[in-house]
């Protein structure tokens, strides 16, 4: 991800909505490679228009990833999501709305991205709800190329199914957690980004 990806002001809202939700695929995926770091590290933080919504929490995250290192994210991301065991904070969203992983909302979403033509790459040890699988998903339907499955009412439709009704619960578990510092920065842009999605799609009912 370049510097010129993640500057809204140099990218149209659609596409631009696409690479916020690349972007955070690739953070709650895995920590930053130096390259992303970098690249977070270095972007403009005023937006083009006074009083845009994202400004305050983008500024934030970025602020983060100049004051933490690579490797440092790197072990807060292994000790909120990762080890052995239960985690400090589940990515999954079967978690969130039923307690249990790979439960009925697991075999729900399953469903509605087969019905949308896609599957799971193999190499992803991670089931489907997991809250990057989601973003890449939400990814495809703004930025793909099949208008019939890439379009504003398949994007309301899997987003007010899978999206909405747990994202701000994971996000208020990232930053209620002592141990998040810059996962805490990121969980505030993401809940910031939902709120935003939510009022757009509200606006096409």
């Not at 991800?1 to 895995?30: I, K, N, P, W």
């Not at 709305?97 to 697991?106: I, M, R, T």
Request: glycine share 6%; proline share 4%; with cysteine.
């Amino acid at each position: 991800m370049t510097q010129a990806q993640l500057v809204a002001s140099s990218l149209d809202e659609e596409t631009a909505r696409a690479e916020v939700y690349g972007l955070l695929a690739a953070l709650f995926y895995a920590a930053p490679s130096a390259e992303l770091h970098e690249s977070i590290r270095v972007a403009v933080t005023e937006a083009p228009a006074a009083g845009a919504l994202l400004e305050s929490s983008w500024g934030e995250l970025v602020a983060a990833a100049r004051q933490y290192s690579q490797t440092e994210i790197a072990e807060e991301y292994n000790t909120l999501f990762g080890g052995v065991g239960k985690p400090e904070v589940y990515l999954f969203g079967s978690h969130y709305l039923s307690g249990f992983l790979n439960e009925k909302p697991l075999v729900a979403l399953r469903s509605d991205i087969s019905a949308l033509g896609l599957t799971r790459d193999e190499a992803m040890p991670e089931t489907e709800d997991h809250v990057a699988y989601l973003c890449e998903v939400m990814r495809y339907l703004i930025a793909g190329d099949d208008v019939e499955v890439a379009n504003l009412t398949r994007q309301r439709d899997f987003f007010s199914c899978h999206v909405q009704p747990w994202f701000p619960m994971m996000c208020e578990a990232v930053m209620q957690n002592p141990k998040a510092r810059f996962y805490r920065t990121l969980a505030a842009f993401t809940q910031t980004f939902i709120s935003i999605e939510v009022q757009g799609f509200d606006m096409l009912a």
